[in-house]
């Protein structure tokens, strides 16, 4: 049994080659990024040529490309950090009414706790919404199986299958068996398709009504699957059924026929880690979506009481609960026996089942914060450099920036933004203040973030007319996740003419330590232009620059 | 037998190659392991931490309960004491001493090494030094693990093993290199505990 040392996400890039995969189209995103990255290298390393391993303008065409290429009926996945699916889910939810025909996974990398992100929005309800079955493993081998089988059942069903991971599964590594490659499917079009992929209403209805059939069979094959598992104790022998002193089981109530535990995906992996001797409580653990019905009524039958162990929002806990809460009595975290946001950890499920947190230490009071940092040496810093200077010459200045290393803008001693939302809001947001008054209004975005959501927030300001300045700090890279390749590499100048942009008002410039003069004057007359200026301060990553250097 | 390990240090310090030696060593003897890792923005600069956990049953959980770390191994003292709630009472900490100041407010460098006081069981080494003086200053992370290969639970010629096959790929010289610094890195950990 040959055993590899896997993160999370090479153990899904790894299953997916190894199940045949033709194609994977994604946009990089914390924390999903090296599942793409891996199969990248894999195609380089391993010669497997006939794979596509590529970085999108976005996740929307990600999707829809993998979309393609699962019409015609090859393998594909799609990965995407959790606000990606929010970009993509105009395909995702009507890829739910098409179906598909090759295999296709979606893979949504959510992060609770918001180690990287905006937000911590939990997919698992984007999953319901469109109806799919939905995986959620607890360790990498599961992550690792369920990729590899998942593409069966989709192909099966006829529809993509959602697997959700979390950051912490996602950057954990852990060993993992791997099975043979099988061979990547041949185009194969389906023959009697009709009309499923010609989504106009007479059609899609029609669809709709064949996705709510179909939820019959995905509630069956999640009742027999082996990742969804119900644990009933034996009664302890020779007792009265009184708990022992020393036991470990949940010291919740326990009155009646006590607690029953529902622990979702990870969250199974902190409950064992509270009973290394095995579960006292009735347990169901869940790694596959819709909720098993059958086994949940199984375990309320057995207890009086559930609580709901799940990384994210309480999607379950809702579900079992029921909006008035007159049924069930649940435990989560809408009641607050676990905290409602952030990460859970196996100390949070300790407190939630009663038992004591020991911490002999605590963190010294010397001890400061270390938030990140722009890099010494990179190219944003002597464009927020610059651009402070200039600021400081108008009262009302604003600043509207963006998601990328830049928006490390925000932090001391720039402190050089005053808004990160979304991808391409920067753009749009400046617009909006402009009209509202605001001058001047200056949007700052990267060079990959502007192809992924930008360019269409340019022609919306071309096309006003809007006194808005763009800065479009570009560093030939997706630099936040690690320096992926940019869409907008090399393009941004002609893009940007091509909008619509005045070539007056189209401006380039090295942003370095001896420019700094002139890339003021720049940001000045173009702060002045009663128009769409767009500046350009262009120069490479340095930890790409670095990287290049090492391995020549 | 379980043994469960917290790293810490700063972005881009490397202690995730220290995890990569562990584990591959771990994975060689057999052992079952978990190992989280940090991604993303806190690399720019920020904390970061591993929790890395080694034992010959299946590990639960990818995340080190509080209380339950057998040893810090910290590429920055100040970074050591900010993971002090996952330490077992008679856990151990060993740092590298000297400090990596990227932020204005970096406390005075005599409160950090206070706060060591009150810890029983520490191994404060300045390995970016010994690291220099070896010639070889970018093996300061392997002279680091060298110092806590007496609390890890892994023979040392299987680290030795690890060494090799996580930087195999560089080449022979990179291998030796840090081989030197791994045993150097040992050597100093007892001399520091004679003392």
Partial sequence: ?552 | MKTDIILAGVGGQGILSIAAVIGEAAIEDGLYMKQSEVHGMSQRGGDVQSHLRISDQPVASDLIPSGSADIIISLEPMEALRYLPYLKKDGWVVTNSKSFENIPNYPDKENVMEAYRLLPNKVILNVEQIAKDLGTPRSSNVVLLGAASPYLPIDFFKLENGIRSIFGKKGEEVVEMNLRALRVGAGKCIECLDR
């Fill in chain 1, 1 to 552: 049994m040959n055993k590899q040392l896997f993160l999370g996400d090479e153990a899904i890039a790894q299953a997916a080659i190894d199940a045949g995969l033709s194609g994977v189209y994604s946009y990089p995103g914390t924390p999903s990024t090296e599942i793409t990255e891996y199969i990248q290298n894999a195609v380089k390393t391993q010669c497997i040529a006939s794979l596509q391993a590529v970085w999108c303008a976005n996740e929307k065409t990600a999707l829809e490309t993998a979309l393609g290429m699962s019409y015609a009926g090859k393998r594909t996945l799609s990965c995407m950090k959790h606000v990606g699916l929010n970009v993509a889910a105009d395909a995702f939810m009507n890829i739910a009414m098409s179906g598909i025909n090759g295999g296709m996974i979606i893979v949504t990398a959510d992060d609770p706790s918001m180690h990287s992100s905006q937000n911590e929005q939990d997919n698992r309800v984007y999953g319901n919404f469109a109806m799919i079955p939905m995986f959620e493993p607890s360790n990498q081998q599961e992550a690792y199986d369920m990729v590899y089988e998942g593409y069966e059942l989709s192909e099966k069903s006829g529809y993509p299958i959602l697997l959700r991971i979390t950051t912490r599964m996602a950057h954990s590594r852990a060993g993992v068996v791997t099975r043979e490659m099988k061979p990547q499917n041949p185009v194969r079009v389906e023959k009697d398709a009709g009309s499923r992929y010609i989504l106009l209403p007479a059609n899609a209805r029609k669809r709709f009504k064949i996705l709510i059939e179909k939820q019959k069979e995905f509630l069956e094959a999640s009742e027999n699957s082996k990742y969804n598992r119900l644990f009933i104790p034996q009664p302890p022998k020779g007792g009265d059924g009184q708990q022992n002193a020393q036991s470990q089981s949940a010291k919740l109530p326990l009155e009646g026929k006590g607690v029953g535990i529902v622990a979702c995906g990870l969250a199974f992996n902190y409950l064992q880690e509270n009973f290394p001797n095995g579960f006292e409580n009735p347990v169901l653990k869940i790694s596959q979506y819709p909720l098993p019905k059958k086994q949940l009524l199984q375990l309320v039958e057995a207890c009086d009481e559930i609580l709901v162990l799940e990384d994210g929002y309480p999607v379950v806990e809702e579900q079992l609960k029921g909006y008035l809460g007159m049924g069930l009595k649940v435990h989560g975290r809408l009641d607050g026996t676990l905290q409602r946001d952030g990460e859970l950890t196996p100390d949070k499920v300790r407190k939630a089942l009663g038992l004591e947190v020991v911490s002999p230490y605590n963190v010294p009071e010397v001890v400061a914060m270390r938030p990140p940092a722009l890099c010494a040496g990179c190219g944003h810093r002597d464009v927020y450099e610059a651009l402070n200077e200039v600021l400081k010459e108008y009262e009302n200045a604003k600043v509207f920036s963006d998601i990328g290393c830049y928006t490390l803008g925000a932090l001391p001693p720039f402190r050089a933004i005053d808004s990160c939302i979304d991808m391409g809001a920067s753009i749009t947001m400046a617009r909006g203040a402009a009209d509202a008054g605001i001058f001047p209004a200056v949007a700052v975005i990267g060079d990959s973030t502007f192809t992924h959501s930008g360019m269409t927030g340019l022609l919306d300001c071309v096309n006003a007319n809007a006194n808005v300045l763009i800065i479009i700090s570009d560093n030939e890279t997706t630099g936040m996740t690690g320096g992926q390749d940019s869409a907008a590499t090399g393009r941004i100048h002609d893009i940007c003419k091509g909008i619509g942009v005045h070539p007056d008002h189209l401006k380039e410039i090295v942003p370095l330590k001896k420019n700094f003069e002139e890339m003021k004057k720049l940001i000045r007359e173009e702060i002045e232009y009663p128009g769409v200026s767009v500046i350009v301060p262009c120069r490479e990553c340095i930890q790409t620059y670095a990287r290049k250097a090492r391995n020549k």
